[in-house]
């Protein structure tokens, strides 16, 4: 494959999985990474690693651009690359659920999300690049996500879990090797793969079952301690005082009772790919 890609986002739990691919499939491939070149990477001529302060100059001769780092960068880097052809670009299914969140910073960064995917739509339209959006549920499998390895950590250091009533709320967790392989498969067939679309896993699973789950894989009982929910929310409202910053916050309280799915339909109808069942397994919640 002759065609340069610009990956952002190179060091995520995406990025862990689809540099490989990448690599196998012959591309020639700007991995930048706000971090540097991850621990994990082994030396490949065909992955140049660089920082964000070398772009745009960089990648001036791209061709296709994969965001699986934040998407207001990835929008705004695009304005500034003229020879695009194809923008891969993840952004989140929470723009569906915490659009209406109570609290004030998530509606922030969702609003900063919708507002990143219109503007790589604006932008794409002017100038006649192939577009396509996916909103990941909960991602796994790398030892990095701040969902299933942050409850890991928690687990370790306390032995038990807190839940929110039942925490009874179905989930779709997405491992992050599905959704490097669908990436792949975009930028390989990229016709009629245009538009955004939700992407999630092929299990549903309560809350509940997740955080089992995860006892499970570290070889531990479960001890779950069951909270009523305004309990449990103001919990975690201290929690946000004395950790700010630590991505917490009350209105994931409600959350564990409700439903987040995703209708993947459009996705399964356009693409080959099919995501596996949730599988978990100790390694996915260790740093690589």
């Given at each position: 494959m002759t065609e340069k890609i610009v990956l952002l986002g190179a060091s995520s739990q995406v990025g862990f999985h689809?540099?490989?691919?990448l690599e196998e499939a012959g591309c020639s491939t700007l991995a930048v990474s706000r971090h540097g070149t991850p621990p994990w990477w082994?030396?490949?001529?065909?992955?140049r690693w660089t920082g964000p302060g070398q772009l745009p100059a960089a990648c001036v001769n791209a061709d296709i651009l994969v965001s699986a780092g934040p998407l207001p960068v990835a929008a705004e880097l695009c304005s500034c690359i003229s020879g695009l052809k194809q923008i891969i670009a993840l952004s989140s299914a929470s723009v569906q659920f915490k659009h209406n969140s109570s609290d004030r910073s998530e509606q922030q960064v969702m609003t900063s999300l919708l507002q990143?995917?219109?503007?790589?739509?604006?932008?794409?339209?002017s100038r006649s690049i192939s577009l396509t959006i996916f909103?990941?549920?909960?991602?796994?499998g790398s030892g990095m996500d701040e969902n299933l390895c942050r409850l890991a950590r928690w687990i370790r250091r306390f032995g038990l879990m807190p839940v929110a009533g039942q925490g009874s709320g179905l989930r779709q967790p997405l491992f992050a090797g599905d959704l490097a392989r669908l990436v792949l498969e975009t930028i390989m067939t990229p016709a009629g793969h245009?538009?955004?679309?939700?992407?999630?896993g092929a299990s549903q699973l309560s809350y509940r079952e997740i955080l089992i789950a995860v006892f499970s894989a570290l070889g531990k009982n479960p001890r779950l301690v069951e909270l009523p929910v305004p309990v449990y929310a103001q919990l975690l409202r201290m929690y946000s005082m004395f950790r700010p910053g630590a991505g917490v916050s009350a209105a994931m309280a409600a959350r564990q009772n409700c439903d987040l799915l995703v209708d993947t339909g459009q996705m399964?109808?356009?693409f080959s790919f099919r995501p596996g069942e949730f599988r978990l397994r100790k390694e996915y919640l260790l740093p690589p």
């Amino acid at each position: 494959m002759t065609e340069k890609i610009v990956l952002l986002g190179a060091s995520s739990q995406v990025g862990f999985h689809l540099l490989p691919l990448l690599e196998e499939a012959g591309c020639s491939t700007l991995a930048v990474s706000r971090h540097g070149t991850p621990p994990w990477w082994r030396h490949n001529s065909r992955i140049r690693w660089t920082g964000p302060g070398q772009l745009p100059a960089a990648c001036v001769n791209a061709d296709i651009l994969v965001s699986a780092g934040p998407l207001p960068v990835a929008a705004e880097l695009c304005s500034c690359i003229s020879g695009l052809k194809q923008i891969i670009a993840l952004s989140s299914a929470s723009v569906q659920f915490k659009h209406n969140s109570s609290d004030r910073s998530e509606q922030q960064v969702m609003t900063s999300l919708l507002q990143a995917e219109q503007r790589l739509e604006r932008l794409s339209a002017s100038r006649s690049i192939s577009l396509t959006i996916f909103r990941p549920t909960m991602i796994y499998g790398s030892g990095m996500d701040e969902n299933l390895c942050r409850l890991a950590r928690w687990i370790r250091r306390f032995g038990l879990m807190p839940v929110a009533g039942q925490g009874s709320g179905l989930r779709q967790p997405l491992f992050a090797g599905d959704l490097a392989r669908l990436v792949l498969e975009t930028i390989m067939t990229p016709a009629g793969h245009q538009g955004i679309f939700p992407v999630a896993g092929a299990s549903q699973l309560s809350y509940r079952e997740i955080l089992i789950a995860v006892f499970s894989a570290l070889g531990k009982n479960p001890r779950l301690v069951e909270l009523p929910v305004p309990v449990y929310a103001q919990l975690l409202r201290m929690y946000s005082m004395f950790r700010p910053g630590a991505g917490v916050s009350a209105a994931m309280a409600a959350r564990q009772n409700c439903d987040l799915l995703v209708d993947t339909g459009q996705m399964l109808e356009k693409f080959s790919f099919r995501p596996g069942e949730f599988r978990l397994r100790k390694e996915y919640l260790l740093p690589p």
